[in-house]
């Protein structure tokens, strides 16, 4: 064990392998910050220096690392794991959407471990999969995008309520595959710019129908991952298609994927509208006023993913830029900010800016939330 001095410890430090005094006894667990009283009690009891197995990890390295991953998945920098993760799950999902297209032959079994890497993945890494549904690749297939990014952001909420393993990877196939149905709707109406008429609304209601013959029927899947295709469109009002549910009658999944599939749809390119910035399309969830959604799922979801999310651009008042490196779930109005461009003008090409947590720093605050391909004409920001 390497032995670390008393005089060597500051306030919040942290470190990778539990902290023994003595070598027996535990001051601090892994990953446990070290406080100012924790050091002073080291004093009071005599002790000259502590031992661990691992080098000291503070929470600006982990934040710089942080900082790091996210910029080069969002400036698609690199080939960072997560992101040819998600890029190979995006493919192989519009290959399953165009294979139920096509009435060609797909199967349970190659469905299957596809959505499980996305569960693994997400769980293992969950900032820089969050940051890659933020990312917005418009080159990217719309259904097998939305897909992905609708399973990722669930698996983020239902972890948040402590869903156990097996609800979990149910609640993950139903996110991923809740919209399968849409693939029996005519191009001609999906890819419509203007308002869709009465039937064509018709049409498309007619798609969680299709979804659970598709998922029950044909593909084998239980009857819960069925039910969160045919309910996710429900509202918590008890409007909503197709059957007339209304708030907890409504599965807990179901109610889960509507607020992940209107978020992905809010911040990704559609047919008929542009795409929203994280915070511009949090503050329409807020907006809902238990209409449409569970206001319980949706406190969970904004906790978090944040009011600004992972990777979202802010100005601040000191008229610096940055990019959401952290959200502090208990504030979420000061989330930790990656500095891209600093209050003096100072531009950060490197993505070598300084780290602020606005938890930390009472006196700078986010003025608002700014689109990155608008903020500087065609300057970039990263």
């Not at 309520?161 to 979990?168: A, E, F, G, H, I």
Request: proline share 4%; charged share 25%.
């Amino acid at each position: 064990m390497k032995k670390i001095t008393v005089g060597e410890l500051s306030a919040g430090t942290k470190f990778s392998k539990p902290v023994f005094v003595d070598g027996e006894h535990l001051f601090v667990p892994e990953g446990v910050v070290i406080r100012q009283k924790d050091i002073d009690r080291l004093g009071k009891w005599g002790v000259d220096a502590v031992l661990t197995d691992e080098e000291v990890v503070t929470e600006l390295s982990s934040l710089q690392a942080r900082a790091d991953t996210i910029g080069n998945i969002l400036d698609q920098k690199g080939n960072p794991e997560q992101l040819a993760v998600y890029r190979q799950t995006v493919s192989q999902m519009e290959r399953v959407f165009e294979g139920v297209r096509s009435n060609s032959s797909v199967e349970k079994k190659e469905i299957d471990p596809t959505i499980d890497k996305i569960i693994d993945s997400t769980l293992k890494h969950v900032d820089e999969m969050v940051a890659l549904v933020l990312r917005n690749d418009k080159s990217t297939p719309s259904l097998g995008k939305s897909a992905v990014d609708s399973c990722i952001l669930a698996i983020v909420v239902g972890t948040s309520l402590s869903l156990d393993q097996q609800k979990l990877r149910t609640l993950a196939f139903g996110a991923t595959l809740h919209d399968i149905g849409m693939v029996r709707v005519p191009d001609a109406i999906l890819e419509k710019k203007s308002d869709l008429n009465v039937d064509e609304v018709k049409r498309v209601r007619t798609h969680t129908l299709h979804l659970y013959k598709i998922l029950s029927k044909d593909l084998g899947y239980t009857e819960e991952v069925g039910l969160i295709a045919l309910q996710h469109h429900k509202r918590w009002d008890g409007k909503g298609y197709p059957r007339k549910l209304a708030q907890k009658q409504i599965a807990l999944e179901a109610r889960i994927v509507d607020v992940a599939d209107a978020f992905e749809a809010m911040v990704n390119h559609k047919p008929y509208r542009n795409s929203m910035i994280g915070y511009t399309a949090m503050r329409q969830l807020l907006n809902d006023n238990s209409r449409r959604f569970d206001s319980e799922i949706l406190k969970v979801f904004i906790k978090a993913i944040g009011i600004y999310p992972l990777g979202s651009f802010v100005l601040l008042n000191n008229g610096g830029i940055g990019r959401v490196i952290k959200v502090n779930p208990g504030a979420p109005l000061r989330p930790a900010i990656k500095v891209l461009i600093g209050a003096n003008g100072n531009r950060y090409l490197k993505n070598d800016g300084p780290i602020v947590n606005l938890l930390e720093i009472s006196e700078v605050f986010i003025a608002k939330a700014i689109d990155p391909n608008n903020a500087l004409g065609n300057k970039k920001l990263i």
